[in-house]
């Protein structure tokens, strides 16, 4: 029997505190026992993200959260200025478009994100009412610095909708402070839950802008949701065991604190990435998220790389899309993943290129990997 170690970025494995929540009998959501759990668990949510305002819950994927806020809050008679630099700006261009919007879908090359000046010298123009980002690209394993775009958009009427489905409780995000409007997770990724869950975070500003927005939309219409939440509630049936394993993730990180899970992140993501070095392999992106590592196959390797490393050493990663499938893999860092995970993932990397053909120093990687991990904390 193999241990399993689930390291794609999202879905992501879930503590066994979380399961075990999860598993206990079910019971009704219209109580005051639900209204308790689901104020703490809003609390929770708020400081993850360091902000006040409301963070809505929405029994769904990311995307259901991602398009909820864009068909609740963007002006629909101005431009709407999206990145593309990966499937997930690429599929926030094709939801504005079903909702009507003009979109500006700038494209980039994947690995690259979209900067604070190009933002700066597009909004300058006046024809835009709102600007979405993905704030940790999947798929292509980049970040994009939502912190000097939000300093762009922050003092104008401008929104800022940041896709941080990958980003949020892994990387630095300080909604408030940003000045960043709107925030989309999922539960799936750095909150250490089976998916299911959709979050959005809305700014004042974006609530204003909203005021002149006519949703075409019925459950995926935020403002319901900012209704109940008032009350500690939500519209529409919840999915009650998930808010449960919610509960107990959140305390779970508030416990060591989000800036610790923050650099251990960084540290993990550091750690893989230099080992990936010292084995002579190429990382994909020239500017790397902390969330997730997509790193290049050496010559004459392809994706049964993935496949051996899950049936034989028992550790799932994520492929490369459109492109590049077949040419990269992607490695977790979100969630429930510690060194030894890392460290056992390295060493499989090694013994899978070995099997393939690729001229790798067994443990030159795991060597590597372990004096970045020494700073462990």
């Not at 980003?167 to 940003?178: F, R, T, Y």
């Not at 060591?256 to 084995?279: D, F, H, N, Q, Y």
């Not at 499989?348 to 120093?361: D, I, N, R, S």
Request: aromatic share 8%; net charge positive.
């Amino acid at each position: 029997m193999i241990k399993q170690r689930l390291m794609t970025p999202g879905p992501t494995d879930v503590p066994p505190e979380v399961l075990v929540e999860m598993a206990k009998p079910i019971f009704h959501h219209r109580t005051d026992r639900f209204r308790r759990m689901f104020a703490e668990v809003n609390v929770g949510l708020k400081k993850l993200l360091f902000t006040t305002s409301d963070v809505l819950t929405l029994a769904g994927s990311g995307t259901a959260g991602m398009e909820a806020a864009i068909a609740t809050l963007v002006p629909r008679n101005k431009k709407v200025l999206v990145a593309n630099g990966g499937k997930f700006g690429e599929r926030w261009a094709k939801v504005a478009r079903v909702y009507g919007l003009d979109v500006d879908e700038v494209k980039l090359e994947w690995g690259t994100a979209l900067s604070a000046e190009a933002v700066k010298q597009k909004i300058s123009t006046g024809d835009y009412g709102a600007v979405i980002v993905v704030h940790s690209e999947t798929s292509t394993a980049t970040a994009t610095d939502l912190e000097a775009i939000a300093a762009v958009t922050r003092g104008t009427d401008v929104l800022l909708l940041a896709d941080a489905i990958t980003s949020a409780g892994a990387l630095p995000l300080k909604q408030d402070d940003w000045g960043v409007d709107v925030v989309g997770m999922g539960s799936q990724k750095a909150l250490m839950l089976p998916p299911g869950l959709a979050f959005v975070s809305v700014s004042e500003k974006a609530w204003k802008a909203a005021e002149s927005v006519k949703a075409p939309a019925f459950y995926l219409n935020l403002k319901t949701y900012r209704k109940s939440v008032a009350e500690d509630d939500t519209p529409f049936t919840p999915a009650v065991s998930l808010i449960r394993g919610l509960k107990v993730a959140l305390d779970m990180i508030h416990g060591i604190g989000i800036e610790t899970v923050w650099a251990r992140t960084a540290l993990l993501a550091k750690a893989t990435r230099v080992a990936a070095g010292a084995l002579g392999l190429k990382i994909f992106s020239s500017q790397p998220s902390d969330s997730v590592t997509g790193i290049w196959y050496p010559e004459g390797v392809n994706d049964s790389f993935r496949k051996i490393l899950r049936t034989k050493y028992g550790c799932s990663v994520a492929g490369g899309q459109d492109d590049v499938k077949g040419k990269i893999f992607r490695v977790s860092h979100m969630g429930f993943v510690d060194p030894f995970d890392t460290i056992g993932m390295v060493a499989a990397m090694e013994y899978t290129l070995a099997q393939l053909g690729a001229k790798v120093e067994i443990g030159s990687g795991v060597s590597a990997a372990t004096k970045v991990l020494k700073d462990w904390a």
